[in-house]
Antibody
Framework: QVHLVESGGGVVQPGGSLRLSCAAS????????MHWVRQAPGKGLEWVAF????????YYADSVKGRFTVSRDNSENTLYLQMNSLITADTAVYFC??????????WGQGTLVTVSS | QSALTQPASVSGSPGQSITISCTGT?????????VSWYQQYPGKAPNLVIY???KRPSGVSTRFSGSKSGGTASLTISGLQAEDEADYHC??????????FGGGTKLTVL
């Protein structure tokens, strides 16, 4: 049974940084690409980033490119999202999610990031 | 990476069928058969109900079905039940390992 647990959310000032973590279990983490998806309060889902199963390639939404970095530690079954130069529009619940070929399949429960002065 | 277009809300009575549309472009929905739909209850994580336009994951009710015509995908829920009241989000592959979601649709069961 796939289990994804995000952590690291909190309140940060504009221009600040935060690193999110996602602990994975119940599947062979090193075999699957992983996504970060966010949801601003009362809004729809927004795809943020994707990293391939071996960490060899990363892809980002235009809205976060150059500010966010996705990484993974396959020895620790953990996914990360380093968020720098945060702006108020980055306020959202951040979900990590496991890919399965052509779909985003399993999701964590999310961690809330609030960017506010 | 423009968001897909969904109606903000739809409604239906128990037992009826409803359809939620998801309109993209020739670079995402119109180009790839990698459209997914997610059901999300308030405060909960999304749950996959349709993938690859028409396929249902194991355990998802057969009342859920998906289709696509050109750049517009659709989710149909037949035999509407109170438990179907939730938000529904569409998602499409957009090439170069990028993905795009719709704005979400709130389904109300009257």
């Amino acid at each position: 049974q796939v289990h994804l647990v995000e952590s690291g959310g909190g309140v940060v000032q504009p221009g600040g940084s935060l690193r999110l973590s996602c602990a994975a279990s119940g599947f062979t983490f090193s075999h699957y690409g992983m996504h970060w998806v966010r949801q601003a309060p009362g809004k729809g889902l927004e795809w943020v980033a994707f990293i391939q199963y071996d960490g060899s390639n990363e892809y980002y939404a235009d809205s976060v490119k150059g500010r966010f970095t996705v990484s993974r530690d396959n020895s620790e079954n953990t996914l990360y999202l380093q968020m720098n130069s945060l702006i108020t529009a980055d306020t959202a619940v951040y979900f990590c999610a496991k890919e399965a070929g052509t779909a985003i399949w399993d999701w964590g429960q999310g961690t809330l990031v609030t960017v506010s002065s | 990476q423009s968001a897909l277009t969904q109606p903000a809300s739809v409604s239906g009575s128990p037992g009826q069928s409803i359809t939620i549309s998801c309109t993209g472009t020739g670079s995402d929905v119109g180009l790839y058969n990698y459209v997914s739909w997610y059901q999300q209850y308030p405060g909960k994580a999304p749950n996959l109900v349709i993938y690859d336009v028409t396929k249902r994951p194991s355990g998802v009710s057969t009342r859920f079905s998906g289709s696509k015509s050109g750049g517009t995908a659709s989710l149909t829920i037949s035999g509407l039940q109170a438990e179907d009241e939730a938000d529904y989000h569409c998602n499409s592959y957009a090439g170069n390992s990028a993905w795009v979601f719709g704005g979400g649709t709130k389904l109300t069961v009257l």
